[in-house]
C-alpha cells in the first residue's frame, strides 16, 4: 500500500529528502506522495523512512493504493530498472 500525507502536515521539508525512490514532493499547500513511486521503502529500507523522520506523524497508508509486500517489491524493481 502506497503512503500519503494527511492535511496534519507541516511542510517541516524532513521527509522528501529520505525518500529513496524520490516519490515526495511539494504540492500545492503540503507534500504529496507519488503512489507511483512510493515502495514504502521496500527494497531500501525495514520500515519507511518519511515516517520515521515525520514529527507530526502525518503519514499514513493510503487505503486508495492497497498494494502487498510482493507488489511493493515488484515496484521497486521496476523502478531500479528504469
Known amino acids: ?4 500525507i494527511t492535511d496534519v502536515c507541516i511542510n517541516c521539508d524532513a ?7 524520490e516519490a515526495i514532493s511539494a ?5 504529496e506522495i507519488d503512489p507511483a ?10 520500515e519507511p523512512q518519511c515516517v520515521a523522520v515525520c514529527p507530526v506523524e502525518c503519514i499514513v ?18 523502478l531500479q530498472a528504469a
Not at 521527509?15 to 525512490?21: I, L, Q, S, V
Open 15 to 21: 521527509c522528501p529528502a529520505e525518500c529513496p525512490n
Open 27 to 31: 504540492g500545492d499547500i503540503i507534500y
Open 61 to 78: 497508508k493510503d487505503p486508495a493504493h492497497d498494494e502487498s509486500q510482493a507488489e511493493l517489491q515488484a515496484k521497486y524493481e521496476r
Open 1 to 4: 500500500m502506497a503512503l500519503k
Open 37 to 46: 513511486r512510493c515502495t514504502e521503502c521496500v527494497g531500501h529500507y525495514d
